[in-house]
């Protein structure tokens, strides 16, 4: 069975400032992963996902996730961030080889302040 | 193109009645997700179809809960004998289903209120 562990269900800055939502999982075989962005009021989209490769995987907007597998985590960054980034933020995983659903991290809520 | 669709968006229903929710995927899309948003749980899938068929119900939670999906496309969730803890937000989701992680569209949601 697999587990997503989202350590700040909370996580207040301000705008201009770095930013750092960490996500950690438990699988017993290799998964992919994905974070997953919930602006207000609109659905889920997703932002990035590592699947394989360079296990650093960047977003269009500024994000950052480094996959690390001895420390089982996916965290996700972005050095500078907007008043527009105000959403919620879930990590995902799903196995490989498996039809592919995602198990999801309870989400973490970022609120850019000005 | 557009993009997965849900219907109704808001569902008010008391309790003891019974519930359909609509899914229509993203056209060409095999794969289809239905998911469950409620505040003391979180995300948590519900069942998976590969066309027509369901290879995964084990995220259901119960048997008054069924899904089926027709002609490759369309898909409607449907709850018996709602329960007040039945109350969230119902996500449904559409892949390629090719091999490999393909990206999951999620569509806007319909949210469920038992009373």
């Known amino acids: 069975a697999q587990s997503v562990t989202q350590l700040d269900s909370q996580v207040p800055v301000f705008e201009e400032a770095p930013v750092e939502l960490r996500c950690n999982y438990s699988?017993?075989?290799?998964?992919?992963l994905f974070w997953y962005v919930q602006y207000p009021n609109q659905g889920l989209q997703l932002l990035l996902k590592?699947?394989?490769?360079?296990?650093l995987v960047e977003s269009i907007n500024g994000f950052e996730a480094e996959f690390n597998k001895s420390q089982t985590s996916f965290h996700l960054r972005k050095p500078s961030v907007h008043i527009s980034d105000t959403a919620e933020y879930f990590c995902?995983?799903?196995?490989?080889?498996?039809?592919?659903?995602?198990?999801f991290g309870k989400g973490t809520l970022l609120t850019v302040n000005p | 193109g557009a993009g997965v669709s849900q219907s109704p968006s808001n569902k008010v229903t008391e309790k003891g009645k019974d519930v359909e929710l609509r899914c229509d995927p993203i056209?060409?899309?095999?794969?289809l997700y239905w998911y469950r948003q409620s505040l003391g749980q979180g995300l948590e899938f519900l069942i998976y179809?590969?066309?027509?068929?369901?290879?995964?119900k084990s995220g259901l939670p119960s048997d008054r809960f069924s899904a089926e999906r027709t002609g490759g496309s369309v898909s409607t969730l449907t709850i018996q004998r709602t329960q007040q803890e039945d109350s969230a937000v119902y996500l449904c989701?559409?892949?390629?289903?090719?091999?490999?992680?393909?990206?999951?569209?999620f569509g806007p949601g319909t949210r469920l209120t038992v009373l």
């Open positions: 056209s060409g899309h095999t794969a």
């Open positions: 590592y699947l394989s490769g360079s296990t």
């Open positions: 699988s017993s075989v290799s998964v992919y």
């Open positions: 995902a995983v799903s196995d490989v080889g498996s039809n592919y659903k995602l198990t």
């Open positions: 989701a559409s892949s390629l289903g090719l091999a490999g992680a393909d990206t999951q569209y």
């Open positions: 179809f590969q066309g027509n068929s369901a290879p995964d």
